[in-house]
């Protein structure tokens, strides 16, 4: 589905990936850890055109992104779906506008079936009766879950989800995670998840790829990456101070 | 020592003119989704009632004492002359020509600019754009567009409400506080206002329009990293904003008198 190869980038002379190649297969939930400031959040930009690689290739579906521009580019974009870290909601929109607004600039569904599909997106997530709501006037954690919906309203093939639980109670990360597992479950999508949280992470993913210093040093189930004799990955994993990993 | 200078120079010189050519695509991707379909008039509704309706009250407090400290200063240097019954047409001639479509659009970036500027960069930091490009929808039409074309309305109806705003204060104190009668006041007006004073002063509130909003969108769109980056180029887009209202009045001034 997805194909990343030997990519590059800099950005004013500091390089953040210095050949990152990975694969992730069709309906594989894939996540990628590594240290923050690692580059994790660029590569995922990468995936959807946000940002053009110095060197390298993105395929998706078999067509390098990295070349597209404009039109065709929209087009490969209508895949996906993307769940900010932040979250993204425009704010000056309600929850339900939020949801919504994907169905009614991207499609021509009449207003009855755009409603019924935001209903049902509302009640996945768990906040039905949240509709009138602005952004600003609900919590952190359902702002991530208004994302997912809006992510997931156009049901697309990839799901690309940037630090979904950051700064989340561990009640709403596991919340949060079992709304992945679950939707990836009924919609069938592809998803790329930046993550920090482990060891939930590996209850999550069907394979985890840990980027170190500009490359994927390492890529496997969250077995294998578990029981990894690779110090970086070994060291990354404890949480440990004493390790090839220096603190800056 | 001069070749580290001339490169010094040609590399500044490259650099602001990448900016400028950078500036320029923005504007012009701006003008081209004006013309390309869909049309946002919900969206173009909503920013002529931020830039517009609500800058009524500040357009209507300042034309208004704008055309008041006119009238007083231009009675005071008429009266020495003996031709007060010159103060209609030198406040209207003034007003219209020159300080409706300058300060209104000085007032307008003050109030509604650094407002849009600051919004779009807030959008920007907080990934609000990157989602719409991710959606395959186009920033700059939803973003940009309808506050362009807002402008291109907006600016002129203002200008031309400060110049009647402003006519009226001059009435107040030349005829109401200073003595002249109404009758000259007006009377002196209609003889020396022709239309291509009241043109050359729309040309340049739209001028205007489309500059700040230009200068304000892309300074916001291109915001660097965090509060500080939108304080910076919040300030940016006013300030160049005023000095490009400045340059260009003259300018135009120059060329159509």
């Known amino acids: 589905m997805i194909k990343i190869a030997d990519l590059h980038r800099s950005f004013g002379g500091q390089t953040v990936l210095r050949g990152v190649s990975l694969s992730v297969a069709d309906k594989e939930l894939i996540a990628i850890i590594g240290e923050s400031g690692g580059g994790k959040s660029v590569l995922l930009r990468h995936l959807i055109g946000l940002l053009k690689p110095d060197r390298g290739t993105v395929q998706v579906e078999g067509e390098d992104i990295t070349t597209l521009t404009g039109r065709k580019l929209d087009r490969i974009r209508e895949k996906f779906g993307v769940v900010f870290q932040g979250g993204a909601l425009f704010d000056s929109f309600t929850v339900y506008d939020n949801i919504a607004f994907p169905l009614k600039e991207k499609t021509k569904l009449p207003k009855q079936e755009i409603h019924e599909r935001v209903e049902e997106a509302l009640e996945d997530v768990g906040l039905k009766g949240m509709e009138s709501k602005y952004p600003a006037e609900i919590s952190g954690g359902m702002k991530k879950r208004v994302a997912l919906a809006r992510a997931l309203i156009t049901e697309p093939k990839i799901v690309l989800f940037d630090e979904p639980t950051t700064g989340l109670d561990p009640i709403m990360l596991h919340a949060i995670h079992k709304l992945i597992t679950d939707t990836h479950r009924k919609y069938g999508f592809t998803g790329v998840m930046i993550s920090h949280d482990i060891p939930e992470i590996f209850h999550v993913a069907d394979r985890i790829a840990f980027l170190y210093r500009g490359v994927i040093e390492l890529v496997g189930t969250p077995r294998e990456i578990r029981t990894s004799s690779d110090p970086v990955v070994r060291q990354f994993i404890r949480g440990s101070l004493r390790g090839p990993i220096e603190i800056v | ?257």
């Open chain 2, 1 to 257: 020592m001069i070749e580290k200078f001339l490169r010094a120079t040609g590399s500044w010189a490259i650099s602001i003119l990448r900016r400028m050519g950078h500036m320029f695509l923005f504007l012009l991707r701006s003008i081209y989704y004006i013309f390309v379909p869909p049309f946002k008039f919900r969206l173009l509704l909503r920013e002529i009632r931020f830039i517009g309706t609500k800058s009524m009250t500040v357009i209507l407090l300042m034309g208004s004492f704008t055309g008041m400290v006119l009238a007083l200063q231009i009675f005071y240097t008429l009266r020495k002359v003996g031709s007060e019954a010159m103060l209609g047409p030198a406040v209207a001639i003034s007003l219209i020509r020159e300080l409706g479509p300058v300060l209104s659009a000085l007032t307008i970036t003050g109030r509604a600019g650094s407002a849009l500027a600051a919004e779009i960069g807030i959008m920007r930091i907080s990934e609000q754009i990157d989602a719409l490009t991710a959606m395959a929808l186009s920033p700059i039409r939803y973003l940009i567009v309808p506050k362009m074309v807002a402008a291109v309305i907006v600016f002129p109806l203002l200008a031309a409400i400060y110049d009647v705003i402003g006519i009226f204060g001059g009435y107040f104190v030349g005829v109401k506080l200073l003595g002249l009668s109404a009758g000259t006041y007006f009377s002196q007006m209609k003889h020396f206002i022709v239309m291509e004073d009241i043109t050359i002063g729309m040309y340049k509130a739209l001028t205007f329009g489309v500059l700040v909003l230009w200068i304000c969108c892309y300074k916001g769109f291109y915001t660097g990293y965090g509060a500080e980056g939108v304080s910076k180029a919040t300030t940016e887009a006013v300030v160049m904003s005023s000095v490009l209202i400045l340059v260009s009045d003259y300018v135009l001034g120059a060329f159509f008198i």
